[in-house]
């Protein structure tokens, strides 16, 4: 079924509409892919972890949650259920017995890496409607994440501050 392209011709439709309609998308668009895989215990918001150790090997759930602007509740429970289904391994960190070490397992690195394929599959899917201009706009999208990030850090000074 196609999208009627002319619902998002009207001016007063804002940006951040559009950023949560994407993020939404692929979001299903990755959980029908766990469904379908009879992987019902993770969903699409398990992805970013998985994908973040692939990327790191060895990383901790504060470096994680902070590079994901995520909870410190929110990626507890995350890692707990990835740990619980054998996804991740967690190991006391030797230099700081108050930290833990998050790491992949097989299964784990498994998913990460066919995560990373939809994303790819994703992201060109929607670059093939695209013109080499149009592309520039992941530049764009990572000032505007960053000037988003600012934003919220100067927020947060002036609440403390104030």
């Avoid at 990626?75 to 700081?96: H, T, V, W, Y």
């Avoid at 790491?103 to 060109?124: F, H, P, Q, Y």
Wanted: glycine share 2%; with cysteine.
């Amino acid at each position: 079924m196609k999208c009627d392209v002319n619902l998002f011709k009207n001016d007063d439709i804002k940006f951040i509409t559009f950023i949560s309609i994407i993020h939404r998308q692929y979001m299903i668009y990755l959980n029908n892919y766990l469904k379908k895989e009879a992987l019902p215990i993770l969903t699409a918001s398990h992805a970013p972890i998985l994908s973040y150790l692939l990327y790191k090997d060895i990383s901790c759930q504060e470096e994680i949650g902070n590079h994901f602007k995520i909870d410190k509740g929110s990626i507890a429970r995350s890692i707990q259920k990835l740990q619980e289904k054998q996804f991740i391994n967690k190991e006391i960190d030797e230099n700081n017995r108050r930290k833990y070490q998050l790491s992949l397992t097989e299964k784990g690195r498994a998913v990460a890496l066919k995560i990373m394929d939809l994303n790819n599959e994703w992201e060109n899917q929607i670059y093939s409607t695209c013109n080499t201009d149009e592309k520039q706009i992941v530049e764009l999208m990572r000032k505007i994440t960053i000037s988003s990030i600012n934003i919220q850090k100067n927020t947060q000074k002036e609440e403390k501050n104030g």
